[in-house]
């Protein structure tokens, strides 16, 4: 099993190989599950299971629920960073992860095409298992996607994200505390910070009135909390 510490190295350990394996769709996490299983749970397992997020969606930093959860450390960033077929198949976990919460990641990048992730049709259906009540542990499932996209160079996914994140605490300024938003922008890293063009672009503050304007709805929406 993958126990949560790693030592960075230029070489892959067992540890890292089980990974890169799962990504693969070789190999299984530690629970001996793979990757295809975990994209065919339905809805109830996906919001009830609490220890396969992190093989999805695997980030730098230990789990507080799985302790034997991988560590994405710097070299096994560096290979995903490289490698199309494990970015693909971590996409298609992203995929299942934004169906679960009334989402769809939509663009064919292969064309290049700008990558968008928006409501899908059953986004009502799916607000109050997936969006409702403080403490929601998909916000913090959301926060690890930021996390993770970031780390493995797939930032057009992380953009589309945060952007979409962004769009939602705007239209439902009661739904998410001010505290997750905040921690949303930490994970999201240098798209959020106001230097990255296209990200400005898809959270449409280009324009600086555009810019007061949404900040001005969002500041006065969680001014309650």
């Not at 990255?196 to 898809?202: I, R, T």
Request: with cysteine; charged share 30%; proline share 4%.
């Amino acid at each position: 099993k993958v126990g949560p510490k790693r030592d960075v190295g230029t070489k892959c350990s067992l540890d890292q190989r089980q990974l890169i394996e799962f990504f693969q769709c070789k190999g299984t996490d530690d629970e001996d599950r793979t990757l295809e299983q975990i994209i065919k749970w339905d809805d109830q397992l996906w919001n009830c299971c609490h220890n396969h997020i992190q093989w999805v969606l695997p980030t730098d930093e230990p789990s507080r629920f799985n302790a034997f959860a991988p560590i994405l450390d710097e070299s096994l960033q560096a290979i995903f960073k490289k490698d199309r077929g494990l970015q693909n198949n971590l996409r298609r976990g992203l995929q299942r992860f934004m169906s679960f919460l009334g989402l769809s990641l939509e663009g064919d990048f292969d064309l290049g095409e700008r990558l968008q992730v928006v409501k899908a049709s059953n986004f009502n259906s799916r607000i109050l298992t997936c969006w409702r009540g403080p403490e929601n542990h998909n916000y913090s499932r959301l926060s690890r996607a930021l996390r993770c996209l970031g780390l493995v160079g797939m930032v057009r996914e992380q953009r589309a994200l945060y952007a979409c994140l962004y769009k939602l605490v705007d239209e439902h300024p009661d739904m998410i505390e001010s505290s997750t938003v905040n921690i949303w922008k930490e994970r999201a890293g240098p798209i959020a910070d106001g230097k990255d063009e296209d990200a400005l672009e898809d959270l449409d503050l280009k324009s600086p009135e555009t810019a007061d304007r949404k900040s001005t709805r969002l500041n006065s929406s969680h001014s309650q909390d």
